[in-house]
């Protein structure tokens, strides 16, 4: 944790207290990011990137249809259909997650073609997750942990499922008790440490992948659960779209780190290993949820 | 995730899905609360708290003397000195820490007996951490971690060291690139996910129990680190003070749960084995950092 930008008393302290071992240099995250080359990236698919509009700016969400595919499908066609449009975020609890959808218990906003709910779908076939690498790191909740085509994933050999884990960032559909009340009408964004025990109990469908502090920085609700108790707490959608139906020059152009290549696991190892000369301590593991995965606007 | 109060909706579909075996019913962390015994907690020691005043509230925080017993002290001192009082929130960087002291560099506010610096206090011997209770469930960072008197620890057999863990809520301090190039002046809270890896870097000196909204919920910095980049976005401490010398009246009165009895392994369980209705999948395990420390108003 740097110091402000005390450089002058920084320095001349380094020089005094040059007792400890200094730990050799070694390449940041940027430094990687740095020298990466076209091909470490992939740019998002506007097919399935979701942008969702409050007040400040732009929330971009990818789905992950591989491990949420009815639930995917079944969201683009509720932002087609403008269900979102108007509605709000009416959660957000401290630590834990942010949450939008309709708040209307009376006249709640009605359907078109998009299902109100789905079949769960919690868990999916480990040899259906795309592009899986394993991060021999460990893990407290699962098994085996790695990366499927920039989505944290966790997996079971003995039941051979694999599932989207509940990292910061990650989206997923709110539900109410029965595992198939939930279709992509109500989301929510996890705005602090992993909450892991909600892995197989949730449809997860995505990742923030810009905009996350429009969200983390709402007002806390003070309601039950971090729900907003007054309609005028409520902070406004004012669209919700796929990205592949916005006019390609309004739309935000970023791509993702490939999570299967060779300069991936240089930003893990640049995470386990850092170096000095503030680093005095590298403790040589990543846990999953600490694991970046770069995001950048297309060079 | 629960869907907003669609209660009714959720009922029907309830019984329409009652396929999946339900889970037993489990004592929620609530229900250990409400059955615990005055017994099980602790007040906070008024010489060991603090109370931040910031635009919208108090922030408490609780030091760690076991751990940082200099640090504790001066940061005791610069409070009495009135040494925070009109220095601001400086640093808010998205899913890592929010950041306070001083940020003026050409006229830096002078100390008076306090120390600007001191020797880290990184780790101490794992023979003096205090009441220290194992967690079983297991860690990606270290060797062993488990709970201290109210705060979560690491530790390590085979170089006898303990230390304070960077999970959301704890408190460290800033310094420059020296290890000893930090004394309490300049203080961060860790606001996301773990950030696990400045474990064993920074001298951490205690942990946030109320208040942590006013601080999540601030703007982020657009500087480098998150810094805040104009002056006029510092956010302002209007007092920073010990709570024993803060009138009786005007304290904050909280208590602890003990970490080092029965009823906190049962808040435990009930993070690792939750029961239905809601929860399909009971994982079983709780990591360090999620394992909540329930924190109350004294009856």
């Given at each position: 944790m740097h110091r402000v930008k005390w450089t002058c008393i920084g320095a001349l302290l380094a020089l005094s207290s040059a007792r400890a071992a200094e730990l050799p240099p070694r390449p940041t995250v940027a430094d990687v990011v740095k020298g990466s080359k076209p091909a470490d990236w992939r740019a998002l698919d506007p097919v399935n990137t979701l942008y969702m509009e409050v007040p400040g700016g732009r929330v971009v969400i990818e789905l992950a249809p591989s491990f949420a595919p009815k639930h995917a499908a079944n969201i683009r066609l509720l932002a087609r259909e403008n269900y979102f449009d108007g509605l709000a975020v009416i959660r957000a609890q401290e630590n834990y997650v942010v949450q939008w959808g309709d708040a209307d218990e009376k006249t709640p906003r009605p359907f078109k073609?998009?299902?109100?709910?789905?079949?769960?779908?919690?868990?999916?076939?480990?040899?259906?997750?795309?592009?899986?690498?394993?991060?021999?790191?460990?893990?407290?909740?699962?098994?085996?942990?790695?990366?499927?085509?920039?989505?944290?994933?966790?997996?079971?050999?003995?039941?051979?499922?694999?599932?989207?884990?509940?990292?910061?960032?990650?989206?997923?559909?709110?539900?109410?008790?029965?595992?198939?009340?939930?279709?992509?009408?109500?989301?929510?964004?996890?705005?602090?440490?992993?909450p892991r025990h909600l892995d197989r109990n949730i449809t997860v469908v995505g990742r923030v992948v810009a905009g996350m502090s429009l969200l983390t920085t709402l007002p806390r609700g003070t309601g039950p659960l971090g729900f907003y108790e007054q309609p005028s707490q409520h902070v406004p959608i004012a669209t919700f779209r796929v990205a592949a139906d916005v006019p390609l020059e309004q739309r935000?152009?970023?791509?993702?780190?490939?999570?299967?290549?060779?300069?991936?696991?240089?930003?893990?190892?640049?995470?386990r290993k850092r170096g000095g000369p503030w680093t005095k301590y590298a403790v040589g593991k990543v846990d999953l949820c600490n694991a970046q995965i770069p995001v950048r606007a297309v060079p």
């Open positions: 073609t998009a299902k109100a709910t789905l079949p769960a779908e919690f868990t999916i076939p480990a040899s259906s997750a795309p592009a899986f690498v394993r991060l021999p790191d460990g893990d407290v909740y699962a098994p085996e942990v790695g990366h499927a085509n920039g989505f944290p994933v966790a997996r079971d050999p003995k039941t051979g499922l694999a599932w989207l884990t509940h990292c910061y960032g990650m989206v997923g559909v709110g539900r109410d008790t029965a595992a198939d009340s939930g279709g992509g009408s109500s989301l929510y964004v996890v705005i602090g440490h992993a935000s152009r970023l791509e993702v780190m490939r999570t299967d290549g060779a300069t991936y696991q240089a930003v893990l190892d640049a995470q």
